[in-house]
Each structure stands twice: as structure tokens, then as C-alpha cells.
């Protein structure tokens, strides 16, 4: 296992074990923990992301950290937009939906006043970061 994958198994284990709640690097940021289904594998894949609430919506950024490529989770829901979600104790599915236009700006621009450390992501990855709303599917 990389120890890119090592580190974010043990933030899984940390939110898991603590309510949601994570510490070190990721201390008072809003965290939650997609689970979307692999592309090519199958398999279900689990990532923690910052997210801002958009009303009853959820909403992540494609950032993977200012690299130049896609991180996997987005490449996942572009597949298959049906997914998972923990937040806090909380547990329940969403769909995926890439926003566009204004309502992309929009939330763009609050997470810029969230997290400001993201407009340097998106100029070094050289590429438009998506933004993608979690809608809580209804059983």
C-alpha cells in the first residue's frame, strides 16, 4: 500500500473510531468520507475530502491536492454518480452531480473563503477544478 493510501486508511480509521471527528492536519475541517464504486474494479473505494454544505447538498472539489490530473473518486462517479457518504455519526447514499456555470462559481467562491489554500490547487493543477454536489438519494 503507498503511503498516500496509508495515511488517508488511517484518517478513515481516526473518523470512524471518533464520531467523524479527526485531528492533526485535518482539525476543524469539515471532513466526510465518500465511498464511490472503482471504474475499472468494482470495488468500492473510500477517500476523506473537505466538503461545504450547500443546503441539503454536499459539495467536494476535484482538487486531488493541485495535481495535474483528476483524482480517482471524480473519475469513479463520472462511471457510476451513485455513492456513499459519512458525515459525523451519519451514514447514508447520494448521487453525484457535476455543477457548471454559475452555481459552479458560486460555490467555488465559498469555499475559497473556507479554505483559501484552494485557489493555489487550482493554479498549479493547471486545469478548471470540478465541483461536484452530493444529493442524498431518496429511498
Not at 471524480?74 to 456555470?101: C, I, K, R
Not at 462559481?105 to 493547471?126: I, K, M, N, S, V
Amino acid at each position: 500500500m503507498s503511503e498516500r493510501l496509508q495515511r488517508n486508511q488511517l484518517v478513515i480509521d481516526e473518523f470512524r473510531s471518533a464520531g467523524g471527528v479527526v485531528g492533526g492536519d485535518f482539525e476543524g475541517v469539515p471532513l466526510l468520507l465518500l465511498t464511490t464504486t472503482g471504474a475499472r474494479s468494482g470495488q468500492p473505494r473510500t477517500m476523506p475530502m473537505t466538503y461545504l454544505r450547500d443546503g441539503d447538498r454536499l459539495v467536494v472539489f476535484a482538487a486531488n491536492g493541485g495535481r495535474e490530473s483528476q483524482p480517482g473518486w471524480y473519475h469513479n462517479l463520472l462511471a457510476d454518480p451513485a455513492a456513499g457518504v459519512e458525515v459525523g455519526t451519519e451514514a447514508y447514499d447520494v448521487t453525484a452531480t457535476e455543477t457548471d456555470g454559475e452555481e459552479r462559481e458560486r460555490l467555488w467562491a465559498r469555499q475559497l473563503e473556507h479554505t483559501p489554500y484552494f485557489a493555489g490547487f487550482q493554479e498549479r493543477a493547471g486545469r478548471r477544478i470540478p465541483v461536484v454536489a452530493l444529493t442524498r438519494t431518496v429511498a
